[in-house]
């Protein structure tokens, strides 16, 4: 669009200057509350629950914990609990309850190394099926937790015998539209993408993008297969068509280069899939739109169906640090209010505006 005053603009509406490393920040659903998750300087787990009043960021409660906590979820707790999961630098998987944050209500020795990262589905009412976490770990395995089941995941998809290990970036759950369907997407340090379908519990899909995989997420994790974006430690990223599945081509995919340094995030609009914003090595956030192809599949010369893809364009794009920016959630309540985490230091909620004329 011609005039640059229909664009969306990002705007730092409050920010905040922390004491520690922090890697994950977190809306907390239906509060104008956030976390902070991260590591002291004396290497210990550091969790942060903030307010937002009025145009500031007030610290309601500081606990710290004997690991340094990497990563979080809401994703698979109910809207009355809330309770949160953290993935940590020793491999736990643990949820707690906010309001008793002393003891974890659920605890788990997952992984034999640090759990990069995590997500959830079947809580906040979103997505059908039982409420499950995944997480994913340097140890090159990627696992599916019930937190009503202790001890034992209920999925572990781990390198075959033989298999070199893979230290695995980032998990993320899509397809969950109903009770039975559900998969995990997994991105690994040396560029593989694997999509594991837990109804069946085998490798739906592979590639390889050719470059670490940082981030991927759905466009909606509650609906059938849509969207993926994967993005990479080299600047580029990927959207995937991910509704039609060819037989040996896969799904269709279009990738756009954004800078020469990683893009460690990327989350989608909750209120428009169709919008998304990447975060990068430089500090900036960037703002983008998929527009969807006339048509979304067509025959191959044997009649098997091939997915289409349609184009990425940019909407807006702000540098906020010198250091990368390491962690981005959108508020799942307020349109437009998101919260980043960078590694200078500093955590920032940012107001987007114009996003329904996108």
Sequence with gaps: ???GLERPQLVTYVQQALSYTLFDCKWLPRSARLLCLGSSARGTGL????ELQGGRLALLREIEKAKPIKCGTFGATSLQQRYLATGDFGGNLNIWNLEAPEIPVYSVKGHKEIINSIDGVGGLGIGEGAPEIVTGSRDGTVKVWDPRQKDTPVANMEPVQGENKRDCWTVAFGNAYNQDE???CAGYDNGDIKLFDLKNMSLRWETNIKNGVCSVEFDRKDVYMNKLVATSLEGKFHVFNMRTQHPTKGFASVSEKV?????????????NRDIFMTSGGAGSLHLWKYEYPAQRLKKDSEEAEMG???????????TLSTQPISSLDWS????????CGAFDQTVRVLIVTKLNKV
């Design 47 to 50: 969790l942060q629950l903030y």
């Design 182 to 184: 559900r998969v995990v």
């Design 1 to 3: 669009s011609g005039s």
């Design 308 to 318: 289409l893809v349609g184009s990425v364009s940019l909407l807006q794009n702000v």
């Design 332 to 339: 799942p309540d307020k349109k437009g209010l998101c919260v």
């Design 259 to 271: 800078q020469k340094s990683t893009i460690w995030q990327v989350r989608h609009l909750p209120q």
